[in-house]
């Protein structure tokens, strides 16, 4: 957590124990962009190293709604909201995407919500599934409508 802050958002809260411990954080706090590394990374093995998916348009939104410290135990959901075929890339669809990231009490239960996201990603088209009852039965020759 402090590495990727050193390296990448060196910002007081997230580097200086002894400044962090006197200030309002009580503490280091992890930057939020590592807290959405932590997100990505759980997204990607749990979810899109398992589909075909394909890259992402992009965040609608993203929310950073509590601080997140060294040794918090975090969980990760996330949700569809909506999917249809992308007019921009042929044989793949859009899937519009909810996921919030959760910390744990010392029960696995969610404790409070840490961080909330609305995003799209582009996954490969499958064929269409027939509805119920639009395939032909057994005892009906195919093509050939049912009596009237």
Do not use: C, K
């Not at 519009?96 to 088209?125: C, H, I, K, N, Y």
């Amino acid at each position: 957590m402090v590495a990727f802050a050193r390296r990448f958002d060196p910002q007081w809260y997230h580097v200086d124990p002894e400044l962090a411990e006197a200030s309002r954080h009580g503490g280091l706090i992890a930057s939020g962009f590592y807290t959405v590394s932590l997100f990505m990374r759980a997204y990607v093995d749990h979810l899109l190293s398992r589909a075909a998916a394909d890259a992402s348009p992009g965040l609608e939104e993203l929310r950073w709604l509590a601080p997140v410290r060294a040794g918090d135990r975090l969980a990760v959901r996330v949700d569809v909201m909506g999917a249809r075929p992308s007019t921009a890339r042929p044989g793949l669809g859009t899937v519009s995407l909810t996921g919030t990231m959760l910390r744990l009490g010392a029960d696995d239960r969610p404790e409070q919500e840490v961080l909330r996201t609305r995003f799209r990603g582009w996954f490969a088209l499958r064929p269409a599934e027939p509805r119920p009852g639009s395939e032909p039965s057994d005892t009906e020759p195919s093509g050939t409508a049912p009596p009237a």
